[in-house]
């Protein structure tokens, strides 16, 4: 867990006060249309489009989870009601629709009480509270199509308590198969609140299980799926909590359930088992929520600010079929949201190029007009949806930032961050992007040519303020000349040694880079002084800091951003002044721990 999370603890721990009350439950016949027990199941159609691109759409949750005045009258998370997700559907397809976004997603509670008391069928699954939707939950989906948009629903991993009915509950279509036979004799729990019952698949009943869940959500016309407190992941770890049995059930399940449903987990999921999301399912949360569970909807410092330290680790993972999750975009209704306007667009943009699905949870009934162009610029919705990679930062994790992502055209998305809570000015180098010389620059928010840039590009921000910039190159490829830190011809210091690494360029490293230990990179030669963009590839399983100073002169203090594990490595570029002739580069951890050095590679010009 990294410790940037610490600060949304608090939000999650709400959250599981109310998602334990999921541990309560009466069991109860439902109509057998409802149910899924006699309806057919939905036509097949492909799978093709299945998270081709990050999906776009609505959440309840956010509205749900808010203390904002007005929003859950009927006491906590009571937002969440038929006639609500009526008026937002028809707000996404009145305000939305034509933007790109299509799926209404009904989240936690939709089978509970106003009290929070859940229900289940006969068959030990989650029945729809006839208060919240007493029209049933095939009639939601159904609406919800009308307006030519999918529908969304969600669900926590595992046997819920309530279903379990001391292991007498039939498993629907399984003859023979109860609920006692499809979990551990000790009732160990799984999920991120420890509300349901480990589920143990070397019984075949299992599975059987998870296909009713399936079925049953296909045929109610459901095209989206959240599984929720996932692991490992959700704060949680140890074999009760892996989860990857599951998710690999859901897939199989959905896979013969007559429908395709796009299936998301949620939530922190563990960096170490991401093939496994990426085998299994077609998104993954990689961080806790972005709501505050205060009196607005989110808040800068709760949650959203942690997404530039945590993304980074993840940008390599995403792409057609499965893409890095952020979190609901509630950037839509000004006051209620919690931001500043330059907030918003900056949390707006990173969602954007890090090609995270494009949900909100905001009141789509209520959009203010900033709100509404920061959700409907069809420039940034197509640098989300288009076919480039996800973009990454090209500099350091410091407060001001630069990350970019390489269109299939030859051009480059770039966005500007000044994550500081002061104004500060934030540039981007074109050696970050690899050529040096013009390139035209266009400011992507405000659809305007700002005509040419030699070198670089410099903006003053405001506060967590951002600009967002397509650059076409005018000028001429870099070359560089690669340095292996673990090379002879360098200077180790304190505790610093080398270390093979199968994944770093000439298989070793330096590392023990902590407490005093340094490396100095000899014989960094360039042809004219000036300061240069190095380029730095590391390692580092946790965000660490490193004093990066050159011919022995005053350091300069950069966060690199964990690249996920020991194994993986990754690059950002730093800025040295470099003398003409031969020069000396040195990463010194100080007092902490740093990164992992693989290599740096230099510009042979500027």
């Known amino acids: ?13 709400l959250r599981a006060v109310v998602v334990l009350a999921l541990t309560a439950g009466v069991t109860a016949a439902v109509p057998a249309a409802q149910a ?20 776009m759409g609505w959440t309840s949750w956010t509205m749900q989870s808010s203390k904002y005045p007005g929003l859950n009258p009927k006491g906590d998370y009571s937002y969440l009601s038929e006639a609500n997700v009526d008026k937002q559907t028809d707000a996404m397809a009145a305000k939305l629709k034509k933007y790109g976004y299509e799926y209404v997603n009904i989240d936690a509670g939709w089978w509970m009480d106003w009290s929070w008391k859940s229900q289940f069928d006969e068959y030990g699954r989650q029945k729809a509270d006839p208060v919240r939707f007493p029209s049933g939950m095939k009639a939601v989906a159904d609406r919800i199509h009308s307006k030519g948009l999918k529908a969304g629903i969600y669900l926590p991993v595992g046997l819920e308590k309530g279903a379990y009915n001391d292991g007498r509950n039939p498993i629907w279509n399984a003859d023979g198969c109860t609920t006692g036979d499809i979990v551990y004799d000790d009732l160990r729990t799984t999920n991120g609140w420890d509300s349901a019952y480990k589920i143990d698949f070397s019984n075949p009943c299992a599975q059987k299980y998870i296909d009713s869940q399936a079925r049953m959500f296909a045929d109610w016309g459901y095209d989206f799926l959240k599984l929720d407190g996932v692991g490992p992941g959700s704060f949680k770890d140890g074999d009760n ?35 496994d999301w990426k085998k299994y399912s077609n998104g993954w949360r990689i961080d806790t929520d972005v709501e505050c569970y205060c009196n607005t909807l989110v808040t800068w410092e709760n949650s ?16 057609p079929g499965g893409w890095n999750d952020l979190d609901s975009l509630n950037v839509g209704n000004g006051e209620m949201d919690g931001l500043t306007k330059a907030e918003r667009q900056s949390y707006a943009t990173l969602w954007a190029i890090a090609k995270s699905p494009l ?14 162009s920061l959700l409907t610029n069809r420039e940034v919705i197509g640098i989300n949806q288009s076919s480039a990679p996800p973009a990454e930062p090209v500099t350091a994790s410091d407060p001001q930032q630069v990350w970019a992502a390489k269109n299939p055209d030859g051009t480059y ?30 400011d992507v928010w405000n659809k305007e040519g700002l005509g040419t840039y030699t070198d670089k590009i410099t903006q003053a921000l405001p506060a967590h303020g951002s600009r967002l910039f397509t ?10 000349t690669a340095h292996e830190a673990e090379a002879g011809t360098n200077t180790l210091s304190g505790n610093a040694s080398v270390a093979d690494c199968s994944a770093c360029s000439d298989g070793r490293k330096v590392g023990n880079l902590y407490t005093g230990g340094k490396v100095t990179v000899n014989d960094v030669t360039v042809a004219k002084s000036g300061t240069y963009q190095i380029k730095v590839a590391y390692v ?25 594990d020991w194994g993986t490595v990754n690059s950002v570029y730093v800025p040295v002044k470099l003398k003409a002739g031969a020069n000396t580069v040195t990463f010194d951890s100080g007092t902490g721990y740093a990164p992992d050095i693989d290599r740096i590679d230099v510009p042979k010009s500027l």
Do not use: C
């Open 36 to 55: 899924g027990t006699t309806t057919p199941p939905a036509a097949p159609t492909t799978t093709t489009g299945v998270a081709a691109e990050p999906y």
């Open 359 to 372: 949900f909100t949870g905001d009141d789509l009934t209520k959009l203010d007009s900033y709100g509404l």
């Open 413 to 442: 998305a770039v966005a500007l961050f000044n994550l500081s809570d002061a104004p500060a000015s934030v540039t981007a180098d074109w050696s970050t992007l690899g050529f040096k010389g013009k390139a035209s620059v266009r």
């Open 304 to 319: 959203v600010d942690d997404r530039w330290d945590d993304a980074p680790a993840w940008t390599g993972h995403a792409g």
């Open 1 to 13: 867990m990294r410790s940037s999370s610490y600060s949304a603890m608090p939000a999650r721990a």
């Open 540 to 564: 580092s399983g946790d965000a660490r800091s490193v004093l990066v100073s050159a011919n022995g002169g005053g350091a300069t203090s950069h966060k690199f951003a964990s690249t996920g």
């Open 471 to 480: 650059v076409t190159p005018r000028g001429t490829a870099l070359a560089w």
């Open 241 to 275: 909590y892996n989860n990857v049995a599951d998710v690999a059930a859901w897939q199989k399940a959905i896979a013969t359930a007559g429908r395709p449903i796009h299936l998301e987990l949620s939530w922190s999921l563990a960096y170490g088992h991401v093939e």
